[in-house]
């Protein structure tokens, strides 16, 4: 089955700053990467997504950019701010009939005022 | 926000007593999920359901059940509770499937002491 791994578990910027968070995945047929936001207390939020046929997806501050060569993907945010703070969670899918969405293990940006 | 309810959304219980969690959708979304969110460990995938009746196992399945006897419910079950399934749950419900965007419930918090 699918493998998603994301380094580093955390990460500490300065309000201002840019944050890049990575993850890679291991089957080769997954086409769909979306990244979730989890806030204190809540759940997870999709923030933005990328499918194969794309190397590059820019919502305002954020970006998402896919290599599938070397099967990984990377979410960009510029211009942190405090309201970034949050896990960040990268996931993958094959997209098949009833596929599964792969979580990684979740990563803690906190920024810095 | 989509219209997902958990519920309860905290409970505590006792090693060896049954436990059943309610996922209650009001967007007639054709899949559900419920996940496990530990630290370390992300979110992990319990069962899902591509239609009434249809369920699968995810990956850590062990110990759970799960029936969908209607389109807006989702039920999860666990036997026989033991103090490993001590966890935050979430249920997750999507239109088409793993390759779209995912909605996820508040969280039920369960302690098994």
């Known amino acids: 089955g699918e493998n998603v791994e994301q380094h580093p578990s955390t990460l500490s910027v300065q309000e201002g700053d840019s944050a890049v968070i990575k993850c890679t995945y291991s089957?080769?047929?997954?086409?769909?990467f979306p990244w979730y936001k989890q806030e204190l207390g809540k759940g997870p939020q999709l923030i933005i997504d990328?499918?194969?046929?794309?190397g590059e997806k820019k919502d305002q501050r954020i970006a998402v950019t896919l290599n599938k060569t070397a099967k990984h993907f990377s979410l960009h945010i510029t211009e942190t701010q405090p309201e970034d703070s949050a896990v960040y969670f990268c996931a993958a899918s094959n997209g098949g009939a009833n596929s599964k969405l792969t979580f990684g293990k979740g990563i803690t940006l906190s920024v810095r005022p | 926000d989509a219209g997902i309810t958990q519920s309860p959304r905290h409970k505590v219980t006792e090693t060896g007593t049954p436990v059943t969690l309610r996922c209650h959708q009001t967007e007639n979304h054709r899949y559900m999920y419920w996940y496990r969110q530990d630290p370390g460990h992300g979110l992990r995938l319990i069962h899902y359901?591509?239609?009434?009746?249809?369920?699968d196992k995810g990956e850590v399945s062990d110990g759970y059940s799960v029936s969908r006897s209607k389109t807006e419910d989702f039920l999860l079950t666990l036997e026989s509770a033991t103090s490993s399934q001590t966890s935050v749950y979430f249920c997750?419900?999507?239109?088409?499937?793993?390759?779209?965007?995912?909605?996820f419930g508040q969280g039920t918090r369960l302690t098994v002491v």
């Open positions: 990328i499918r194969s046929n794309v």
């Open positions: 359901s591509y239609g009434v009746k249809d369920t």
């Open positions: 997750a419900i999507s239109d088409t499937g793993a390759d779209t965007e995912a909605f």
């Open positions: 089957d080769s047929a997954s086409n769909y």
